[in-house]
């Protein structure tokens, strides 16, 4: 299959990479403050494209995120990754699926670690250290040389040119220099998909048109993007290949024949 | 009842034990009926998330229970000061109607938890939950088996008064005693010391082809604990009367004590330990090929090959040092 939206996507096949069957996520389950914040959300997420989680604040999107990113486990439902992270589990293929939700936190944290990349809302760089370092922490758990990835953390940097403040505190760098950080630090373990909370929440037009043009250029290179924004600027991009808007928790519109 | 710092431990460790066993076969029960990994529903995630940490818990509770059984020992043995008579274990697991059958429940025990370890440490390396029911399901048997030792050792310490006057050792584990000890004692130590070298000869050639070939597990489980049975038959028989160096002294405990090294820890712990392993080897062959288990099961049993031949290598090599270097000779 091919984009629609004109993009400098490469042609790949496309098939479904993340699956969500009913998925429910409460907090303070059986309290009387109990508080649903996802409910009963069914969806299919394909590879390669770019999908963004609309909706206003409390709406459930990056509850959403963190479930799907094996951050935190919904309450019922399953969530199912094929071709992500698979191969981090004794005996399966990459092209396996693989349902998430049931998996030993053992082997969550390794398709964690290795599938996904996280942008956050607000960044979240340790504050103290250099930008090297903040770019090359999320390696340090999977035991690969050190060599190997202090070479990678620097070719990130010079290719969000901010190879210059490679050995600047993190706490020194402008806002724009600061996202482009906490990106390059999303791709060290060099991730199938990228998930991205709010990501151009505190930044202005100019940075937020730059982000753009680097998720077009993950497009491009074949990575599954999955963006929660209220922010029309996101969701009205041409890049964008599916908008899912939600409101109270469910989808009120999913919008994949964009 | 003596008040003794060991004996409130092992009371209260025995309660506790008790307690979150009968609380995991609550749970196990719930999990037998109603688990079904295919279901997306909230009771099996909120089962899914619960049996880590009661996994975790279990796990803490029966390497409890292994220790337990070398803190009973011990205790009896401390104890042994207070009971006229009494010159080691022996006197003191004789003070009262519950001491030895206690001693047998807690070694059953121990074997169980062991077997426990073995299944939950390669039920929680496996990403499917392999042998969830099959960990549960054994709790059927643990829980009232661990309870019932509670009963014991509560009527034994209980029933612990400083005016009985017990029976030594030599008297209880004499050739002429009528019962299990009496008998054991007299088994013949020339055909004993065949069978128990044959025994060790035989666990070791079929350990060793089951971890180089990986066939033939069920046989080497089998002579593991056959070769057990056998040791703790030998111990008695003639092994223990190579340490005392006298010909009718066939006491198990007085080992256990410093006029000889406490080589009888080390004795015991190598044939429990080694017995648990190569067991457990056998139980967990037919998982050996079913889903994640595959790639799992084989490394764990290779693990479990080398840890029960290096167990039955230390026993047997202290008895066959203590045999050459014994100023007793027997059969002659």
Known sequence: ???????????????????????????????????????????????????????????????????????????????MLRAIGSSALPGMEEADEVEITSLPERFLTGIRRTAFGFIFQHFNLVRG????????????????????????????????????????????LSGGEIQRVAIARALINNPSVIIADEPTAHLDTKLSGEFMEIIGNF?????????????????????VDMVVEMRDGRIIQDGSGR | MILQPAVLALLVGSLLTSFMLLYALCYGIRILARWNIK???????????????????????MAFQLLSLFLFIYTADHLHSQFSGAMCAAGTLNVNAFGYP???????????????????????????YPLIKFKYALLIVIAPLVILETFFLFEYFLGLHADVITSCCG????IDKPGISGDLAALPSGPMETAFFSGMALTFASGLYFYCKGKGGYIFSALSFLTFAISVAALISFICLYFYELPTHHCPFCILQKEYGYVGYILYIALL????????????????????????????????????????????????????????????
């Open chain 1, 1 to 79: 299959m091919e984009s629609g939206d004109g993009g400098t996507r490469c042609r790949h096949e496309v098939v479904s990479v993340i699956r969500l069957l009913h998925v429910t996520k409460s907090f303070n389950t059986g309290k009387s403050n109990q508080f649903t914040a996802v409910q009963d959300v069914s969806l299919e997420i394909e590879s390669g494209r770019v999908t963004v989680l609309k909706g206003p604040s409390g709406s459930g999107k990056t509850t959403l995120l963190t479930l799907i990113g094996c951050m935190a486990r919904p309450t019922s439902g399953r969530i």
């Open chain 1, 129 to 172: 250290i250099t930008v090297l370092e903040n770019v090359m922490l999320p390696a340090y758990p999977t035991g690969e040389g050190r060599g190997a990835v202090h070479g990678r953390a620097l070719k990130l940097l010079e290719i969000f040119n901010i190879s210059r403040h490679a050995h600047s505190r993190v706490d020194l």
């Open chain 1, 219 to 239: 497009k491009a290179e074949g990575k599954t993007i999955l963006i929660a924004s209220h922010d029309p600027l996101v969701h009205d991009s041409a890049l």
């Open chain 2, 39 to 61: 279901s997306g529903s909230e009771l099996q995630l909120t089962l899914e998330r619960r049996t880590y940490l009661i996994s975790t818990i279990l796990s803490y509770t």
């Open chain 2, 102 to 128: 206690l001693l047998i429940m807690k070694i059953v025990n121990f074997m169980f938890s062991g077997l426990w370890l073995i299944i939950s440490h390669a039920d929680t390396r496996g990403y499917d």
């Open chain 2, 171 to 174: 008297s209880l584990f004499s």
């Open chain 2, 273 to 332: 330990g080694g017995g648990v392993a190569g067991i457990g080897t056998g139980v967990l062959l037919p998982m050996r090929n079913s889903g994640s288990m595959a790639r799992v099961v084989p490394s764990l049993q290779r693990r479990l090959i080398a840890t029960n031949l290096l167990l039955y290598l230390v026993f047997t090599l202290i008895v066959s040092c203590r045999m050459i270097f014994s100023s007793l000779i027997l059969g002659k």
